[in-house]
Structures are given as C-alpha cells and as structure tokens.
C-alpha cells in the first residue's frame, strides 16, 4: 500500500504539491495526469525516494519515506521499478547486460540472472535482441529494455515518468500493453503521462494534479473530465 498523508513540496516560496491526500492499494494502476509543471514529476521523486516532503509522510509498504535513513534507501527501492522517458540505459552495455546488472548489484545467483532475464526479455518482446546495444535499438525498444530491467527483481511497485514521451502512437500502445500485463500479476503501476489518448482508451484509475493541489481522482476516469472543467476556476 502507498500512502501520502498530507504531503506538501515547496521549492523556495512555491509549493510544487500542496496537501496532497492519497492511498494507493497493491495491485492498482494508476494514471497521474495534469498540465505541465503541475506536480506529477515531483510527486514520482518523493515516491521513489529521490526527494522528500517539506510536510507530511508518504508510506511504502513498510517504509516510512520520511523517516527513512540513507543506508535504507536501497532497500526501499528493491520493491521499486523506476521507468524513465529517456530510459537512462547504460550505452556500453547490451540489452542483456543492462537488465541483469539490475541484479547484480544485488548479489544474486549468477544461474537466477540468466533465467529472470531472459524471461522478462520474453516479455518485453526482445528475446532476439538480447546482444543488442542500446544505440542498435529503436526508441521503443529501449525502453522496452528499461521496462524489463525495471520488473527484473520482481518489485511490489512500478513507477514510470512519461514512459510514452517519446514514442509514436503504436509504439505507445504497445508499452502500455506491457504494463497492463505486469499490473495483471498484482503488481502496482503508477504512470505519469500526457498522454490523452491511451488514457482515453484504456482507462484505468485517473489522479489529476493541478497547481500542486489534488483536484481529481476517479476510478476509470478519462485524461479530462468535461463536468470539472466547466466548473469555475479551482483554488486554493
């Protein structure tokens, strides 16, 4: 379970997230959507641990984000997939190399490496492209390999940043399809996206940040609610 009890972010006099009030239950897909510089990048990093609040607690599982000391930061993101739109793919090692080093660093069995990656390789539609290096695969594929390196070590949640940025639309259906598949086996993804029309189409949970302040979250929402746009301009 994910919860964030009334967060706040505040960068010099600003607030990027202003109260923020949210439970996510294991196994949900969730939607974070809003205009540009809304808050949907600073809530993904409080998730992941990269920044922390200037008020509030956010929980993970277990872990108590707030009061989490460095040296347990690497545990907290053993439960953690991180998805990227530029997909931070290591250049001078192949597609294999660059999920199994997601495990590596964890010291596990040489003979679980070679069979995880090559499975979530399967998974991911890349099996025959496993010696490949990262400037040998196309824009889709690539984060196709981060997607695989982010579920390699099986975590309880995934978080991506605009993982469709950019990608063409077909492309971007095929991505999401694969997430789709990882939330199937009960693991949570969390997505922040501008991308209207996947949304649109394959609706799942919707939390709209606007100026910082929750101002929407609907089961099977769309990217825009018509009723709530109609309505007077929202304040704080």
Do not use: C
């Amino acid at each position: 379970m994910i919860q964030l009890m009334h967060v706040s972010k505040k960068y010099g006099r600003n607030y990027a997230l202003d109260n923020i009030n949210l439970t996510i239950q294991q196994g949900e897909f969730v939607y974070v959507v809003g205009p540009s510089g809304a808050g949907k990048s600073t809530l993904i990093k409080l998730l992941y641990r990269q920044t922390l609040p200037t008020k509030g607690r956010i929980r993970i599982n277990k872990f108590d984000l707030t009061r989490l000391k460095a040296r347990q930061i690497p545990f907290l993101r053993r439960e953690l997939g991180i998805v990227f739109q530029d997909f931070k793919l290591l250049p001078r090692l192949t597609a294999y190399e660059n999920i199994a080093y997601a495990m590596e660093v964890t010291e596990k069995n040489p003979r679980l490496i070679r069979s995880r990656v090559m499975d979530v390789l399967s998974l991911v539609g890349l099996s025959s492209k496993s010696r490949r290096f990262p400037d040998e695969l196309s824009g889709g594929e690539q984060q196709r390999v981060a997607i695989a390196r982010a579920i390699v070590n099986r975590p309880s949640v995934v978080i991506a940043d605009e993982p469709t940025g950019n990608l063409d639309p077909a492309t971007s259906l095929e991505i999401i399809k694969i997430f789709e598949h990882i939330n199937q086996q009960n693991t949570t993804v969390i997505m922040a996206t501008h991308n209207n029309e996947i949304v649109d189409q394959r609706p799942q949970r919707v939390v709209e940040i606007v100026d910082g302040r929750l101002r929407r979250d609907e089961s099977k929402g769309a990217y825009k609610n018509a009723a709530v746009y109609l309505q007077t301009p929202y304040h704080r």
